[in-house]
């Protein structure tokens, strides 16, 4: 696929007043900002023609920045010394390019490193928040790439502007407002009540620089070994409706009366770890986690508002032996990830709070966290992150939502990606990247209920 950028700007926010602040603003991150990826995270939305023209879709985003004006705003740290973000109205970059061809022949069936021509360059840490590449296919077909900063919006946060920004291009006003709070929302309790470890939880000793240290012998052997060798591939798995009402009904079938069944994503997620174990050949004594994000807004008392604009998340970590997880039902497998998540509550929120914002230990220990996207290999673990319940489908132009949302290509081993269907009927896309080797044995597997 060959991609002509066309033209790069800076977009800055638009007031409807036409008066804009007057003072620039710091506004420090939150424990949860500063506890995530700092990283842009890229989405790629594709429209099927007729779509407004670039134009229109550039004042939609001038008109949602300065609603979003976090967005427009640039990281740093501010004069109290606290990593924060500059409300100074710098803009987002905007790119627009086209392809020479129709999207039915060029647009790739998922992740592939083809799919980063589709959005602005983020592996160089961009200083805009947001980068947006509008490309066009001679077909009048649209992609959409949009890359934002992880630090300034969680997942829900991200689909609640994208909506605004579709609202802002069909002239709509921008509803309901964001919620921007998020440099006093969230104050620890007086004395601190830290009931949970957060060490080498959230967050993490920086490892040692001197040689073999930082991994033991066999754990180098598998990263640096002729394994480690073999490219990443992402696969994208088709989870039809029918394929996911029955994994449920397995999952749930040795369930108590007295309990409800497991839900979608408990069933999908346990059943893609056993798969994603078998694929890698991991036996008895080998332990195997994954890393859940779980949204807050909905757990903490008093609930954060869903339009609040930063991040909530915090991780649950179900984990098993290797040897047990594969040899006992996908219900076995659902309970550990229903357990697991189940304890990222309120308490266990309030409880980070208060350990980051006040105990000094992060700073006092040189404490960073253990969201790292540096890691290319996280065998025997998964890292999963589901958009089952946000809506990215959202975004509207003018001419109807997207008929494909997926990720750009993250070759991050182990990493999994569940996006509901465009088509709105129940079923669902897995975006599971394994090595070559692996993957073969995972296709062969995914679709048989065990």
Not at 54 to 74: H, Q
């Amino acid at each position: 696929m060959k991609v002509k950028i066309e033209s790069s700007k800076i977009v800055k926010p638009l007031y409807e007043d036409g008066e804009a602040p007057a003072h620039a603003e710091w506004v420090p991150l939150s424990v949860f900002d500063k506890v995530t990826y700092g990283e842009h995270v890229a989405l790629i939305f594709a429209f099927r023609p007729p779509n407004p023209p670039n134009s229109e879709v550039e004042l939609g985003l001038a008109k949602a920045l300065a609603v979003y004006r976090e967005w427009a705003g640039r990281i740093g740290d501010g004069p109290d010394g606290r990593r924060s973000v500059l409300l100074k109205d710098a803009g987002a970059r905007f790119v627009e390019a086209a392809v020479d061809a129709p999207m039915a022949v060029s647009l790739p069936s998922g992740p592939s490193p083809d799919v980063r021509r589709l959005h602005p360059r983020i592996d160089d840490g961009p200083v805009e928040l947001v980068q947006v590449q509008l490309t066009r296919f001679s077909c009048g077909s649209l992609a959409v790439g949009f890359a934002g900063h992880h630090q300034i919006a969680d997942g829900q946060a991200t689909a609640n502007f994208l909506a605004a920004w579709g609202l802002a291009t069909r002239r709509l006003p921008v509803s309901p407002a964001p919620v921007c709070d998020r440099g006093t929302r969230f104050s620890p309790r007086e004395p601190p009540v830290v009931l949970f470890p957060h060490q080498e939880v959230e967050y993490r000793t920086p490892a040692p620089n001197k040689e073999g240290d930082a991994m033991d012998k066999e754990q180098e052997e598998f990263v640096f070994g002729a394994v480690a060798q073999d490219k990443v591939k992402v696969h994208r798995m088709h989870l039809s409706k029918e394929f996911v009402v029955r994994l449920k009904a397995q999952a749930s079938s040795g369930l108590p009366p007295s309990r409800h069944g497991y839900t979608t994503f408990q069933s999908v997620v346990a059943h893609l770890w056993r798969a994603i174990t078998v694929a890698r050949r991991l036996g008895a004594g080998v332990t195997t986690k994954v890393r859940i994000s779980v949204n807050g807004r909905t757990r903490m008392h008093p609930p954060v508002p869903r339009d609040y604009f930063g991040n909530v998340v915090l991780w649950a970590f179900p984990r098993s032996d290797a040897g047990e997880l594969v040899s006992r039902s996908v219900g076995h497998a659902a309970e550990l990830v229903y357990r697991a998540v189940a304890d990222v509550d309120d308490a266990y929120f309030r409880s980070f709070v208060d350990f980051a914002s006040s105990s000094g230990a992060v700073e006092a220990e040189g404490l960073v966290p253990t969201a790292d996207s540096e890691q290319a290999v996280l065998c025997p673990d998964l890292e999963v992150d589901a958009w089952l319940g946000i809506n990215f489908h959202g975004l509207d132009f003018g001419g109807g939502g997207p008929f494909r949302v997926m990720p750009t290509y993250y070759p991050m081993e182990g990493s999994l990606f569940l996006v509901p269907s465009t088509l709105g009927d129940g079923s669902m896309e897995a975006y599971v990247a394994l090595f070559h080797n692996h993957l073969e044995e995972f296709k062969r597997i995914c679709h048989k209920i065990t």
